[in-house]
């Protein structure tokens, strides 16, 4: 194996939780794996020097199956790791519980056609040497209790750091997207420390800044349940004190429980939030902390359908590598552009037959809903006055709705069921969809397919939203509640529309429910629907501008070249 093409150049090593690069291998939940993903891909695309490093979760996330009364039922995912990818000559061992657990690592590599090739190691504890309940620490994707969570947070952590160093990679920065990896900087500071310090606390004087300056910490959420914490007699039980004394630990991650999000903030020199907003929001919830922002993007080739593909062949060539190029996509003919999408809709619509038997029709204003099932998310919020959606939407609207609820949110999988419950209300007047399963081949057909793509977060809980992006990339607008990357791309009328007040609270409760589903239905009468039916050209005008002013820009390309210039190589 050509090892030395991947050692001999230093590395950023990527860490997170989650990677979602294809549906083959489902080691993703939602957003943040499939970010990760694609800021791999353009790190491939770019040759950024990168190696990532996630979990095997040889069990993925789960399979989502809903009954006819709307519940949402979990199966485990199967998939064959050794199909995809190649086992690596490697073994460390990470402390669970007072015993080591093996630590192996199996290698699959990112290819682009620009010749860069990133490699991603997934970390699995799943050997022979191991105790039954070791075996199983890679299993499940935010399976299991917070003890689980835990060995899954030692075993990304340190049994990545070990591994990396196992097979000879000179890491320059180590990237831990989002806080789970964060005992990584404990497993640094374990290896850099001075070992003639007399005491450890004169060693976290002396070594914590050779550990910071090596870290870069990205956070991506508002929402407290999303930042993970332990309390310390279960970090005491699980991690033990060999690689930190307590006392020291405390000083990083915190003094009544063990935060990850703050042991990273510690332990960084640089931090972000995924976008402008978020940024402003992260200072607020964590103050003391320089808190940069740089807003999500979408891997363009991953995310254009294949209509929207030959278009851009044909009249940008270059864009899947240098995407600012979309710029010119006044270059293509509205007509194609139309029937580009319209094509993308007929495939959409043939998808929903065979998956749900209904039947839904390309000359009807479609919109687009999909995303995880949370509170937050307000993905019923389009129901909220539904004698109004009647009153303006009856024969003129199709909703089409996809998403998970994590098996333990009962709010969320309540929410899915409401959102069944419309479906029947509303049936022979407008057509309800819920897609099952919704994952990377589900947003494939469904993103490109729709007229128009909804989010009605509750803000500034939405820290950037990709899903939006993805849309605009084919010519789909937002409708959108101001919040997280929308912020930026907004336009009104230019390249979309806006639900609600302009963004200016930090704090979720400035939110009004019924203002922004009254500002909803007001825009969807009198300014979407009109255009939508009445003035096709103008309509097309917005399509293309959501791929000109926002596709060009919001993409991991342009992501990518700014972690490289105000991230990785700033000092
Ligand atoms: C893009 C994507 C997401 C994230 O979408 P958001 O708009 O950020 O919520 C989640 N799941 C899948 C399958 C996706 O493709």
Not at 509 to 525: F, G, M, P, W
């Amino acid at each position: 194996m050509e090892w030395s093409r991947f050692t001999e150049a230093s590395r950023i090593a990527y860490f997170s939780m989650e990677i979602g690069l294809s549906q083959d291998i489902p080691t993703y939940s939602g957003g943040l794996g499939i970010l990760a993903g694609d800021t791999i891909k353009s790190a491939a695309d770019l040759q950024v020097p990168l190696v990532a490093v996630t979990l095997a979760s040889r069990k993925g996330y789960f399979e989502q199956t809903i009954d006819s009364q709307g519940r949402q039922h979990e199966q485990p995912v199967n998939w064959e790791i050794a199909t995809f990818m190649e086992q690596l000559p490697v073994r460390v061992t990470v402390p669970v519980e007072g015993h080591a657990v093996v630590v192996q690592a199996w290698l699959y590599r990112v290819k682009s056609p620009s010749g860069g090739v990133v490699p991603v190691l997934f970390l699995d504890t799943d050997v022979a040497e191991n105790r039954p309940e070791d075996r199983a620490i890679t299993d499940f994707l935010y399976g299991g209790d917070q003890t689980y969570r835990l060995k899954q947070e030692i075993v990304l952590g340190i049994g990545g750091a070990r591994i990396l160093a196992a097979l000879g990679f000179h890491i320059f920065q180590y990237h831990m997207n989002e806080g789970h990896a964060a005992l990584l900087t404990v497993e640094l500071l374990n290896q850099t420390r001075n070992l003639s310090a007399a005491t450890w606390t004169e060693t976290l004087a002396f070594d914590r800044n050779a550990v910071v300056r090596r870290c870069i910490f990205t956070t991506h959420t508002p929402v407290p349940a999303g930042h993970d914490r332990f309390p310390y007699p279960l970090v005491q039980r699980v991690l033990g004190e060999d690689l930190i004394p307590l006392a020291q630990l405390r000083e990083l991650g915190g003094h009544d429980e063990l935060n990850m999000t703050s042991l990273a903030l510690k332990m960084s020199r640089f931090v972000n939030g995924v976008a402008k907003k978020h940024g402003q929001v992260s200072r607020a919830m964590f103050p003391g902390y320089e808190i940069h922002a740089i807003t999500n993007g979408i891997h363009p080739l991953t995310w254009a359908s294949p209509y929207m593909v030959a278009l851009f062949n044909r009249y940008i060539q270059g864009w899947a590598l240098q995407p600012e190029l979309l710029v010119r996509v006044d270059t293509i003919p509205d007509e194609q552009i139309w029937e580009a999408h319209q094509g993308a809709k007929a495939y959409l619509a043939q998808y929903i037959q065979e998956v749900t038997g209904q039947k839904i029709y390309l000359d009807i204003l479609t919109i687009g809903f999909a995303r995880r099932v949370a509170s937050y998310k307000r993905n019923d919020l389009i129901f909220e006055d539904i004698e109004r959606l009647l009153r303006l939407g009856e024969g003129r609207l199709q909703l089409i709705f996809a998403g998970k609820s994590h098996p333990h949110d009962e709010n969320g999988k309540a929410l899915i069921q409401r959102i069944h419950d419309f479906m029947h209300r509303l049936q022979g007047k407008i057509t309800v969809i819920y897609l099952p399963n919704y994952n990377i081949d589900v947003a494939y057909r469904l993103l490109p397919g729709v007229d128009l793509w909804l989010n009605t977060p509750t803000r500034p809980l939405e820290a950037s939203g990709t899903s939006g992006m993805k849309a605009a990339l084919n010519g789909v607008p937002n409708f959108s509640v101001l919040d997280g990357w929308w912020i930026e791309g907004h336009i009104e009328g230019v390249t979309g529309w806006s639900i609600g007040a302009a963004p200016t609270e930090l704090h979720a409760d400035e939110n009004s429910r019924a203002a922004d589903a009254t500002d909803l239905y007001d825009k969807l009468e009198r300014v979407i629907l009109p255009l939508y039916y009445d003035h096709p050209s103008d309509w097309v005008k917005v399509m293309k501008n959501a791929i000109g002013k926002n596709a060009y820009y919001f993409n991991t390309h342009v992501m990518m070249r700014r972690y490289v210039t105000e991230a990785y190589l700033q000092r």
